[in-house]
């Protein structure tokens, strides 16, 4: 099959707040979660420098403060953050529902085992 598809809604919510799809999905190499926030729901505080996946957080929906590293960034609708790896974060809902997508990807690595590698834009529209 050439697609998979899955409505975040009827996958378990976890924490009062994930959806995680990547299971779902059957997706290898993007990770993918909604993140539906009830008024004051604070996330656990995380990095991923274990599995060296970086992440974007973008907020569809509502006001909220993303804590990076000790600094309270600050997000409205429509905001993007991305965040390296190695960082802390932690989502800390404002006083009204938000809504985010959570997308992570591991660390490029070559066929030699190395890192850093770079994205193959061959073909991309975006």
Known sequence: MTYRKVNYEEVDRVSGAMHFLREPLDSE?????????????????????????????????????????DDPVKMKQGDALWIDPTSDRQIRNSDQESTFVLV???????????????????GFQG
């Open 29 to 69: 190499q993007v990770g993918v979660t909604i993140a539906k926030c009830e008024p004051g729901w604070i996330g656990q505080r995380h990095d991923h420098t274990e599995n060296g996946h970086e992440e974007i957080y973008i907020l569809i929906d509502g006001r909220a403060t993303v804590v990076v590293d």
């Open 104 to 122: 992570s990807a591991p660390e490029l690595v070559d066929g030699d085992g190395n890192t850093g590698g770079n994205w193959s834009l061959t």
